[in-house]
């Protein structure tokens, strides 16, 4: 028996069932990758350093568990490795031979240094999909550096655009550039099986969190032949578009195409705007947001926010602005089957999200909670010595 096969997962298999993923990075962008190639049907196993993931040590109310930490490594065995060590070091490679893919955030170099780079890998399994996640990607000045998502949001102008033109930078929290990496780690690795098939062959995936923070803003990073460097890059509509006080709460409105513009203007009582050629395109209203603004908010004052979220919900896309905690509940997600109840061996059981892909053939397995530290190791390594 292998010993990424001592979890028997139930539901469906998923369509990367057989697939086996050594998970040796840490925090959110390379663990969320692998997190979601488990809930595809990937056998995940997660390696620790005695001291654990230091994602396990932030902030949280649980007792004796870490929110971020089981939100961001369901379905994976966990085992501690010290891979400074002899012993451990062999288990790893034990661990190598057999799995198909491998995801580490090692800074470049350390890898080398621990003997498990790509190279020496893939040298004794050719059919290994290495994956590294780095800060600032293989090559250049800053490759050594170690990057945090706050970090690149700094460096790339994300937050310079977050903040408002007349006050200073803003963060925007929820880790996005790690969780984008994350995707472009499980498509990557996804993309590379498939080639796999093909050839035979394992290879390299290069991730980093600059490439992330850039490719989040494709949209922005265009520049024409002779422009300057300081134009607006602002993908923001403003105008209509955007959030706005009611008689109880905030509501977020999308009014860009001439059809739910229409439709805005009909259902809160300014149907004379609707066919204004003052204000017929987006561009228009933004440049008019002077005029348009007061007068929308005022109607928008005869009602709460939950309220003309129902009266324009089937003709103008908008939204309550909720509390998340608001989510564990709400009808769609519940319709949807996203917030699971997930055994614990310590907590009983925690509420969280899953299936974040869904598959019409192939549907995937049912989740299992983050390890607790070392908690398959035992198990990992008895089953190698047989």
């Excluded at 379905?75 to 012993?87: E, H």
């Excluded at 800074?107 to 240094?113: C, D, L, S």
């Excluded at 509420?351 to 989740?367: A, E, I, K, M, Y």
């Amino acid at each position: 028996m292998s010993a990424f096969d001592a979890v028997k997962r139930t539901g469906g298999a998923g369509p990367l069932a057989g697939i086996k993923v050594l998970d040796l990075s840490a925090y959110i962008a390379g663990p969320y990758g692998c997190t979601l190639l488990a809930d595809q049907g990937a056998a995940v196993i997660k390696v620790e350093p005695p001291a654990g993931d230091n994602l396990r040590n932030y902030p949280s109310t649980l007792e004796g568990e870490n929110r971020a930490f089981l939100g961001v490594n369901r379905s994976k065995q966990g085992v501690v490795l010290d891979l400074k060590r002899d012993d451990d070091r062999a288990v790893l490679l034990a661990l190598a031979d057999e799995a198909d893919v491998l995801v580490h955030n090692f800074r470049p170099g350390v890898a080398e240094r621990l003997g498990i780079d790509h190279a020496t890998l893939s040298a004794a399994n050719p059919r290994l999909i290495y994956c590294a996640v780095t800060g600032y990607g293989e090559q250049g000045p800053m490759a050594g550096k170690a990057g945090y998502d706050q970090v690149l949001q700094a460096m790339t102008g994300m937050s310079r655009l977050q903040g408002k033109a007349s006050g200073p930078p803003e963060l925007t929290y929820g880790s996005p550039v790690d969780y984008y990496a994350a995707a472009l780690v499980a498509g990557g690795v996804a993309s590379a099986l498939y080639e796999r098939e093909r050839s035979g062959q394992g290879q390299y995936v290069g991730v980093s969190l600059l490439r992330s923070a850039l490719t989040m803003q494709s949209a922005r990073m265009i520049r024409g032949p002779g422009e300057r460097h300081d134009i607006s890059r602002d993908m923001r509509s403003g105008g209509i578009t955007g959030l706005h006080p009611t008689a109880e709460g905030w509501l977020y409105l999308s009014a860009n195409t001439a059809h739910f513009w229409r439709a805005l203007c009909d259902r809160v009582g300014l149907p004379e705007l609707a066919d204004d050629p003052r204000y017929d395109t987006v561009r228009k209203r933004a440049d008019r947001a002077g005029e348009l603004v007061p007068r929308l908010r005022e109607m928008l004052l005869a009602r709460t926010a939950e309220e003309w979220e129902d009266l324009l919900a089937d003709s103008v896309p908008c939204s309550v602005a909720r509390g998340i905690e608001e989510m564990f509940d709400h009808p769609q997600v519940v319709a949807e089957g996203l917030m699971v109840d997930i055994p614990h061996p310590t907590l009983g059981h925690y509420r969280g999200v899953t299936r974040p892909l869904t598959f019409s053939r192939t549907p995937v397995p049912d989740p299992y909670s983050a390890p607790l530290l070392d908690q398959d190791g035992p198990n990992l390594r008895k089953l190698l010595r047989h």
